[in-house]
């Protein structure tokens, strides 16, 4: 090999090594949306350049274990409507989450934190109100079976006292519809 050839060769591999081992720092862009960094983070090119958003790991976790706790305590039944809502901002948030729309799902995350502290509030108003309005229905039925005992035969009284623990069970499983369906017929079958 000539001498110039070698040169030019050992010019090339030092240029070359020292492109590869050069990296430009990550730039922080204030003046893009957080949805725009994520999105120009995942190009080829520029995405060595542009630092992608953190995402709101903390507020997802907790909205999940929010929602989690809301169908643990039934808000399905005793606030269907704020359920309803809260399931689809959930959807929302949660796309959003999943594509890099991190601002958007942060304020999604904060809506369903108000709606379902809502929705947990009204639900236990409501359970308490029909779980005393059980317990006063079964409270006049046992009045009622307490008075004219005496006067049934044994048997009847048997079913009676088994009818009333069922609805006793009916309320602590908070079964309300089928505790004033019981409640009803236990009335007109018994006379009470």
Request: proline share 6%; aromatic share 12%; no cysteine.
């Amino acid at each position: 090999m000539r001498p110039q050839n070698r040169g030019l060769i050992v010019l090339i591999l030092l240029t070359l090594g020292t492109s590869l081992a050069f990296s430009f720092p990550k730039f922080s862009w204030p003046e893009l949306s957080p949805y725009a960094r994520y999105r120009l983070s995942k190009l080829p090119l520029i995405g060595r350049f542009i630092e992608p958003p953190a995402p709101p790991e903390k507020e997802y976790l907790e909205t999940r274990a929010l929602i989690e706790k809301l169908e643990a305590e039934r808000v399905d039944r005793y606030a269907p409507d704020l359920f309803s809502r809260i399931k689809k901002k959930w959807e929302r948030a949660e796309k959003y989450y999943r594509t890099g729309h991190y601002d958007w799902a942060r304020s999604y995350f904060e809506k369903i934190r108000k709606l379902g502290e809502k929705a947990l509030k009204e639900t236990r108003q409501r359970r308490r109100a029909r779980k005393e309005a059980a317990l006063k229905a079964l409270q006049k039925l046992r009045q009622a079976f307490a008075a004219r005992r005496e006067k049934l035969p044994p048997e009847k009284r048997l079913k009676i006292a088994l009818a009333l623990w069922r609805l006793e069970t009916l309320i602590e499983l908070e079964e309300f519809e089928a505790f004033e369906k019981e409640a009803r017929s236990v009335k007109e079958i018994y006379g009470l």
